[in-house]
T-cell receptor, first 115, second 114 residues
Framework: GAGVSQSPSNKVTEKGKDVELRCDPISGHTALYWYRQSLGQGLEFLIYFQGNSAPDKSGLPSDRFSAERTGGSVSTLTIQRTQQEDSAVYLC?????????????FGDGTRLSIL | DQQVKQNSPSLSVQEGRISILNCDYTNSMFDYFLWYKKYPAEGPTFLISISSIKDKNEDGRFTVFLNKSAKHLSLHIVPSQPGDSAVYFCAASVAGAGSYQLTFGKGTKLSVIP
C-alpha cells in the first residue's frame, strides 16, 4: 500500500509479558517516528529514526521500551514486562527529510491493552 | 508543561458556515506548524502546514493563520461540511533541532451539523 502500515491493529496481553509492534513506513521515507496516545491525552513523542539510527530517543518513558529499524525501512517497538500504564494507541509516522520542512504521515496505530 | 494548547475541547458548527479552530503555543523556538484531522480508530491525517516565515497558508477550503507575536495559530474551514466532523490536532516542531519531533495539542472535536 501507499501509506504507513502498522501491525497488529489491536493487541491484548497480560501484565508482565513482552510485546512487539511493527511499522512499515511509506517507501522512500527516511525518517520514522513512534508516538503514543493515552486515553484523553494528545500524541506523545517516543523516538525518531533517520535511516537505521535513532538520534532522538528522548521520549521513551523507561528502559522497558526499545525500538530498532533495519534496512532503513521496517521498525519494531518492543515493550518488555508490560505494565497497565502502557495501555495506549501506539502510532508510527514517516516523512521525507529535506531542506524544507516535511509533514509526517501516520499509520492507523496499534491499540495496546494490558490486562 | 503543555507547550501546545488547544483550549476548546469541542466545537459545533452549522453546515456551510466557517469553522475556526484555535491553537496556542509557548515555545518560541517552534517554527513549523501543522494541523491534522483524526477519525475514530484511524491515524491522524495531515491537512495543512505553515512555516514561521509565513503568516497564512491556504489549501482549498482550509486556511491556516499564524500570529507569531501572539504565539497563536488558527485553522479556518470554509464552508464546513458534515464530513469535516473529526478531532483536529495542532502540532509544532523545531526545524534544525535534529529530530523533527512533533509536539501535539490535545485536540478539538469538531461537529458539523447538517
Amino acid at each position: 500500500g501507499a501509506g504507513v502500515s502498522q501491525s497488529p491493529s489491536n493487541k491484548v496481553t497480560e501484565k508482565g509479558k513482552d510485546v512487539e509492534l511493527r511499522c512499515d513506513p511509506i517507501s522512500g521515507h527516511t525518517a520514522l517516528y513512534w508516538y503514543r496516545q493515552s486515553l484523553g491525552q494528545g500524541l506523545e513523542f517516543l523516538i525518531y529514526f533517520q535511516g537505521n539510527s535513532a538520534p532522538d530517543k528522548s521520549g521513551l518513558p523507561s528502559d522497558r521500551f526499545s525500538a530498532e529499524r533495519t534496512g532503513g525501512s521496517v521498525s519494531t517497538l518492543t515493550i518488555q514486562r508490560t505494565q497497565q500504564e502502557d495501555s495506549a494507541v501506539y502510532l508510527c509516522a514517516s516523512s521525507l527529510v529535506g531542506p524544507t520542512n516535511q509533514p509526517q504521515h501516520f499509520g492507523d496505530g496499534t491499540r495496546l491493552s494490558i490486562l | 508543561d503543555q507547550q501546545v494548547k488547544q483550549n476548546s475541547p469541542s466545537l459545533s458548527v452549522q453546515e456551510g458556515r466557517i469553522s475556526i479552530l484555535n491553537c496556542d503555543y509557548t515555545n518560541s523556538m517552534f517554527d513549523y506548524f501543522l494541523w491534522y484531522k483524526k477519525y475514530p480508530a484511524e491515524g491522524p491525517t495531515f491537512l495543512i502546514s505553515i512555516s514561521s516565515i509565513k503568516d497564512k497558508n491556504e489549501d482549498g477550503r482550509f486556511t491556516v493563520f499564524l500570529n507569531k507575536s501572539a504565539k497563536h495559530l488558527s485553522l479556518h474551514i470554509v464552508p464546513s461540511q458534515p464530513g469535516d466532523s473529526a478531532v483536529y490536532f495542532c502540532a509544532a516542531s523545531v526545524a534544525g533541532a535534529g529530530s523533527y519531533q512533533l509536539t501535539f495539542g490535545k485536540g478539538t472535536k469538531l461537529s458539523v451539523i447538517p
